[in-house]
């Protein structure tokens, strides 16, 4: 990634690593990533569940529980500043306002005591020191722009009252109130059945493209980071094991791991006597061994990969991996 | 947190102990106005009287009226469960949200710590130890009652703040970038408060039979106030000939209880807005 080109970019993280220091040993959750995000654009992270997607979209925004959990080192440049090296109350600005970030299980992100009205216009009232009365009004328009119908009684109601697809838009609605640069979505649709999944990544779609917003969108589902990303990174123990277009990710992976993560999609034009699952298990995060960490479940794994592991090879115009095949 | 009650069956519970709670205050605050004798007079020349026109529930060993001391004692025994409560809520509660939410520092381990201690005392002991040290009265068995109650409440504002702590909406209401404190009272208190007040009812039950427990043991509202619990004192000896002088107050209490544990019990489902 050529230095000068990137540091322009809306989002750039540098070389993150964030550790969690456990009874049992230390956990490197995210260990050495970098990658960026330009204005406009959308960037997804594909991996499973450990690989350490969640932790780095915690990270961006300094949410990591700091007993036991710690940014070890990194920089993360947003709009041209260093983040990590923001007081506290600085962050706080950014968070919610030039930053946002929507979860995973949208019923249980919001306060189940509080009204919708009162969850929406908080964001609002913290950045933009609107009255409480206006703040209403403003998050009845929020409401309408996610596609509720008859915001103005919604917006009385609690998360209790309303569908898994209700509470995502409201989310939505609260992490664009205040028109932010980046919208971080971990997981957005993976608590939601499939039509709605369609029509939440319509809506963010939609919501971004008009105003420009950056979205880096976390799944471990491909289908939807083909949807709605650019570029794409394949996360797997921590480490960045493919960097490319959604396109080369797609259609020329070049790491084994990627390719058994396509080939494991099952699809409906095959018949499978069995699903094509990966052999193994990932390891823990406590007991890593030297040497690349999906040699020991990988097909094409050489003995240069039990002993050293890779770093990050060009393969062409923006298309990174992590493996000694390619060399 | 505020939820339509519906006018049902459902809610018949609630409805029910609202009645008993309602009749019951109605008789504490004006009742004595309209009970015609003293209860405190002693009137030897009617002692011991059955029920009757004249004495309602009869008379006891003095000769007071057992209506108009059951009258004017129930004010004894419901101040002194409500405001112990009241103190007891507030203090431990403020104690245990302290300790939930500063979880990992050495101040939240020795409340904890004292407070499991308090807890393993039955609450009378307290009482008993209380008035051995300060003497019996209205305010010293209002203390004991409190300081009795406190750990409880200490215990349950913690373990809800510790829960509540990490769950998914704290988390999110983070990433909004609110300051601590705006964090604390907006999302966490409102939390907090729901399960505090549930108990916080059903307990004042608690408190209320406890006061008529050390009031019969002598240690709370001295003679001759006539709380419910030295009532029952003055007419245990008499159980075999008049049963029922000391059954009343007992009716009393349970009635006084009962009405306090259903209000709280239908409490617990509507504040909960989880209950669909």
């Not at chain 1, 600085?90 to 306060?111: A, C, D, H, T, V």
Request: charged share 20%; aromatic share 6%; glycine share 8%.
């Amino acid at each position: 990634m050529e230095a000068e080109k990137v540091d322009r970019r809306l989002l750039c993280v540098k070389d993150l690593r964030t550790y969690f220091y456990t009874e049992l040993g230390i956990v490197r959750a995210v260990d050495g990533i970098s990658f960026s995000v330009g204005y406009g654009d959308t960037l997804g992270i594909l991996g499973e569940s450990g690989s350490g997607k969640s932790v780095t979209a915690l990270s961006i925004l300094r949410l990591i529980a700091s007993p036991p959990g710690r940014i070890e080192s990194g920089e993360i440049f947003f709009e041209g500043q260093n983040v990590m090296s923001l007081p506290i109350a600085q962050m706080k600005k950014i968070r919610g306002n030039r930053i946002s970030m929507i979860f995973q299980e949208p019923i249980i992100s919001l306060n189940p005591v509080l009204k919708t009205g009162e969850q929406v216009s908080e964001a609002i009232r913290l950045h933009q020191g609107l009255s409480r009365r206006r703040a209403w009004e403003a998050s009845i328009e929020m409401l309408r722009m996610v596609g509720i119908p008859s915001p103005e009684k919604r917006v009385n109601d609690y998360p209790h009252q309303m569908s898994g697809g209700m509470c995502q838009r409201i989310m939505i609605a609260i992490a664009i109130s205040c028109q932010p640069g980046l919208i971080i979505a971990d997981e957005p649709t993976t608590a939601l059945d499939v039509t709605i999944q369609a029509q939440i990544l319509d809506l963010l779609q939609k919501l971004t493209r008009d105003t420009g917003t950056s979205i880096l969108l976390i799944s471990h589902n491909i289908g939807v980071l083909a949807e709605m990303v650019q570029e794409a990174i394949v996360m797997y123990c921590g480490k960045i094991m493919e960097y490319g277009t959604i396109e080369d990710i797609l259609e020329h992976p070049c790491h084994p791991y990627t390719e058994d993560l396509l080939r494991s999609v099952p699809r409906l034009d095959q018949q499978l006597p069995r699903l094509n699952a990966i052999p193994g298990v990932v390891p823990s995060l406590l007991d890593l061994r030297e040497g690349c960490r999906f040699s020991d479940r990988c097909k094409k794994s050489l003995e240069k990969c039990i002993r050293e592991e890779p770093p990050l090879i060009e393969l062409g115009s923006n298309h990174y991996t992590r493996c000694w095949l390619h060399e | 947190m505020r939820r339509v009650v519906r006018f049902d069956k459902t809610n018949m519970p609630l409805w029910i102990g609202m009645v008993m709670l309602i009749t019951l205050i109605l008789v504490t605050s004006l009742g004595p106005h309209f009970v015609t004798y003293d209860p405190l007079k002693v009137n030897m020349g009617e002692r011991l009287e059955p029920v009757s026109e004249k004495h309602l529930l009869g008379t006891d060993q003095y000769g007071r009226d057992i209506l108009s001391r059951m009258v004017h004692g129930a004010k004894y025994s419901l101040i002194v469960g409500v405001v112990s409560i009241g103190i007891s809520t507030l203090l431990g509660s403020s104690f245990g949200i302290v300790a939930g939410y500063y979880s990992n520092t050495k101040f939240a381990g020795l409340i904890v710590w004292i407070a499991d201690i308090a807890m393993a005392f039955p609450t009378i002991i307290i009482g008993v130890i209380i008035a051995m040290l300060f003497g019996p009265g209205l305010e010293n068995t209002i203390m004991a009652i409190a300081v009795g109650f406190s750990p409880r409440f200490l215990r349950l504002a913690r373990g809800v703040m510790l829960s509540i702590k990490e769950e998914n909406y704290v988390v999110a209401a983070r990433s909004l970038g609110m300051t601590d404190l705006r964090l604390f009272w907006a999302h966490l208190i409102p939390n907090v408060v729901s399960p505090i007040i549930i108990m916080a009812t059903i307990w004042t039950s608690d408190a209320i039979s406890l006061e008529v427990a050390l009031s019969f043991l002598g240690l709370g509202v001295p003679p001759p106030t006539p709380s419910w619990g030295t009532i029952l004192q003055d007419n245990l000896q008499f159980i075999t000939i008049r049963p029922f002088s000391v059954i009343w107050p007992c009716i009393a209490v349970a009635w006084a209880i009962q009405s306090l544990n259903l209000i709280g019990d239908r409490f617990r489902d509507i504040l909960d807005p989880k209950m669909r």
